[in-house]
């Protein structure tokens, strides 16, 4: 689960299921009690129907929550961690992040900054979109050094900048899921 949409879908599946939880964050379900083995397998069949599947690999559900985390942070909070991202990352998960970076990479072949960097340029695109805040504020909003990096940045993932990006009639983001 990485959008709040996907949240949603799975607590209306886990109630229509009647299977109890605790809560749902961003990747994980925590269950009030252990389930059976047939409501799990029902509970995959249905989430499977929605393109979700379920993990119960430690490392990928590991994986899920880092990804989770940073999807959190840019794309649904207003506020950056008033520490660096890797102090952060680590004590929200409680893991060193040497040991998440060196997983992370080794999973999905990318590092977390990349997976960062790719995140911040789709909410750059947004923010263009909604064209509520010029690139100065939209740099500061996403703590960016200054606009030249942000383009700088913008046009490396891209092959655009910010300005021809906002110019264009037929603007084209990708799904957070595919990132």
Request: glycine share 2%.
């Amino acid at each position: 689960m990485v959008s709040l949409r996907c949240k949603l879908l799975v607590k209306e599946i886990l109630q229509d299921l009647d299977i109890p939880y605790q809560r749902i964050d961003l990747g994980e379900v925590l269950m009030t009690k252990p389930i059976d083995q047939e409501k799990v397998e029902n509970f995959r069949k249905v989430l499977l129907k929605y393109g979700l599947e379920l993990i119960d690999d430690k490392k990928a559900v590991l994986i899920s929550q880092i990804k989770g985390v940073i999807i959190e942070m840019i794309h649904y909070s207003e506020d950056e961690p008033v520490v660096n991202f890797s102090t952060f990352l680590s004590d929200k998960l409680s893991y060193n992040y040497t040991y998440l970076s060196n997983l992370f990479s080794e999973i999905q072949g990318s590092t977390i900054e990349q997976f960062i960097i790719l995140h911040k340029i789709e909410r750059v695109k947004e923010l263009i979109i909604y064209n509520e805040l010029n690139l100065t504020e939209i740099a500061w909003k996403l703590h960016y050094s200054s606009v030249a990096h942000l383009s700088n940045q913008f046009k490396k993932i891209t092959g655009l900048t910010p300005s021809y990006f906002k110019a264009m009639a037929n603007k084209k983001r990708e799904v957070l899921e595919n990132l």
